[in-house]
């Protein structure tokens, strides 16, 4: 006996429809794509007309990849896997773990912004020193203020927690600053690669 129109739609999977906010962050983080890649698109097209690049800079040869840039690069990426252990606790329920991954990830956040402060103190060129400071001064400067403006969505996100408005059945806001931390990371690569390692 063939089962009737209503019997097949109650057996149905239902379809998950992506939720508004994290639909939001797909969208948010689609537009800074563009943004950056502006920026990179701009540095690779002044560089193609160089024939030596880095050109001259002031008091210094040029910049170095050790120690601080290394490290920079290790602490964000090494946040990266704090917060997804944070998205994977809250999955499972578990909130304290999700409060406690949420914090070491925005100390990771914190360090690195002091130390990139700290490599700018040192370096001993302007952002008006040439085309080439210019570029690295905006485009690195730019990233800082993504992950510092990531760094207080995720403390936002945090206070939440405590509000208890996280559970393993609702964490869309947790899933947001996630992709959004990770796409700061992967911002932060790309610049790091550009910068130190493609000199």
Partial sequence: ???????????????????????????????????????????????????????????????ELWPIPLILTVVL????????????AIKQGDVRGLRRWLKVTIGLGAIFLMLQLYDYSRLGFGIKDGVYATMFYTMTGFHFAHVFGGALFLYVILLQSYQGEFSAQEHTGVEAGTLYWHFVDIVWIGLFSTFYLLR
């Fill in 77 to 88: 990426v090494t946040s990266s896997f704090t917060m997804q252990a944070g998205l994977s």
């Fill in 1 to 63: 006996m063939s089962a009737t129109p209503a019997t097949t739609q109650a057996h149905a999977p239902e379809r998950q429809a992506i939720p508004l906010s994290l639909f939001g962050m797909i969208l948010f983080i689609s537009s800074e794509v563009m943004f950056f890649g502006g920026f990179f698109g701009a540095y690779f097209d002044l560089r193609s007309g160089y024939k030596i690049w880095p050109p001259p800079l002031p008091h210094i040869e040029q910049i």
